[in-house]
C-alpha cells in the first residue's frame, strides 16, 4: 500500500459515515467546501494553469530540438510526442487533482506538490478509464445504429447527411431546406443522445468510485472495478441523480456569462470526492504492516 494517500498513517482513523443520499452528500460538500473554498479553487485551476505553463514549455522544447536537429522527417517524431503528451499531462495532473480533493473532503492536511504526484496510479487509471469507455462505446454504437436504421426504413438520409444538408443550407440561406430537414434531424438525435447520456450516467454510477480506490487503496485494474461495483450496489439511483444534480449545478454556472463555473467546477469535483468518501466506509480501514513486525 506504499505510495497511497491513505497510507501515510498506520491506521486510518474512521468518522462516522455518511448517508449515501444526494441532499446528504451535497450538504456534506458544501460544508467542506464553504471551510476550505480558496484551497478547492486553488487545486482546480491550479492543476489547469500547471497543464497550460508545462504544455507551453513542451512545445518551446520540442520546438528547439526541432530547429536543433533540422531534419524534415524527425518532425513527424516530435509531433508524435506532442500528440501523447496532450493526453499523459492531464491525465497525470487530473489524478494529482484527485488526490488533493479527497484529502480536502476528508479535512486532511496536503501540500501544494502533492498535485504532481499522480503518476504511479497513471497506467492503472488510464486503463480502467478505458475499459469503462469501451463499456459506453458498445452501446453508444448501438444506439446509434438503431437510429440509423430506423431513419433508412422511413427513407430518410442518415444523420451525418442531413447535417451536411443543413449546414450547407444554412450557409447557402436556404431556409425552407433547414425548415423541412431539422425536424427530422432532431426527432431522431434527441432520443439518441438522451439514451446515449442515460447509459453514461448509468455506467458512471456504478464505477464511479473506481478511480479513486485507485488513487486510495492503490488497487489494480479489475479490484477497483469489483469494488466499485460492490460498493455502488444499491446505491445507483441515489448516485444517478446525485450526476444529474452535479450536471444541473455546472450548468448554473454557465448563467452568468460562465463565471460561476469557476466556482461550480471545483465544488462538484468535491462533491464527487465526498461520495467516494461516503462510499468508502464500507471497505476495511487501511492498515500498513511495518516490515519489522512483520519479521516478528
Same mark, same amino acid.
Given at each position: 500500500? =506504499? +505510495? =497511497?494517500? %491513505? =497510507? /501515510?498513517? =498506520? #491506521? #486510518? #482513523?474512521?468518522?462516522?459515515? *455518511?448517508? #449515501? /443520499?444526494?441532499?446528504? *452528500? &451535497? +450538504? /456534506? $460538500?458544501?460544508?467542506?467546501? $464553504?471551510?476550505?473554498?480558496?484551497?478547492? *479553487? &486553488?487545486v482546480y485551476w491550479g492543476a489547469l494553469a500547471a497543464f497550460w505553463l508545462i504544455m507551453n514549455l513542451a512545445v518551446i522544447v520540442l520546438a528547439a530540438v526541432n530547429a536543433a536537429v533540422d531534419d524534415p522527417s524527425f518532425t513527424p517524431v516530435l509531433e508524435f510526442v506532442r500528440f501523447i503528451a496532450i493526453f499523459l499531462i492531464p491525465a497525470w495532473l487530473w489524478l494529482g487533482q484527485g488526490i488533493l480533493f479527497l484529502k480536502i473532503a476528508r479535512q486532511e492536511s496536503f501540500e501544494p506538490d502533492d498535485l504532481f504526484r499522480g503518476h504511479p496510479y497513471m497506467l492503472t487509471a488510464v486503463l480502467v478509464l478505458s475499459i469503462l469507455f469501451a463499456a459506453v462505446v458498445v452501446p453508444w454504437l448501438a444506439i446509434y445504429g438503431a437510429t440509423e436504421g430506423i431513419l433508412r426504413i422511413v427513407a430518410q438520409p442518415s444523420l451525418g447527411e442531413m447535417a451536411r444538408k443543413i449546414t450547407t443550407a444554412r450557409n447557402e440561406g436556404d431556409l425552407a431546406e433547414i425548415d423541412r430537414l431539422a425536424p427530422v434531424f432532431l426527432?431522431? &438525435? @434527441?432520443? !439518441?443522445?438522451? *439514451? %446515449? @447520456? !442515460?447509459v453514461l450516467l448509468a455506467v458512471r454510477s456504478r464505477f464511479r468510485a473506481a478511480t479513486f480506490l485507485v488513487l486510495d487503496r492503490n488497487a489494480g485494474v479489475f479490484e477497483s472495478l469489483s469494488n466499485s461495483f460492490r460498493l455502488t450496489s444499491g446505491r445507483a439511483r441515489v448516485l444517478f441523480v446525485l450526476q444529474l444534480a452535479q450536471f444541473a449545478i455546472n450548468l448554473a454556472g454557465f448563467l452568468p456569462f460562465g463565471l460561476g463555473l469557476l466556482v461550480t467546477l471545483p465544488f462538484t469535483r468535491l462533491v464527487s470526492a465526498v461520495a467516494y468518501d461516503a462510499l468508502a466506509a464500507d471497505l476495511p480501514p487501511l492498515v500498513d504492516v511495518d516490515e519489522d513486525a512483520d519479521l516478528e
Open positions: 500500500m =506504499s +505510495g =497511497s494517500p %491513505g =497510507s /501515510e498513517s =498506520s #491506521v #486510518v #482513523v474512521r468518522r462516522p459515515a *455518511l448517508r #449515501v /443520499e444526494p441532499a446528504a *452528500l &451535497l +450538504g /456534506e $460538500a458544501w460544508s467542506r467546501f $464553504a471551510s476550505a473554498w480558496p484551497r478547492c *479553487l &486553488l426527432s431522431a &438525435l @434527441t432520443p !439518441a443522445f438522451f *439514451l %446515449g @447520456t !442515460a
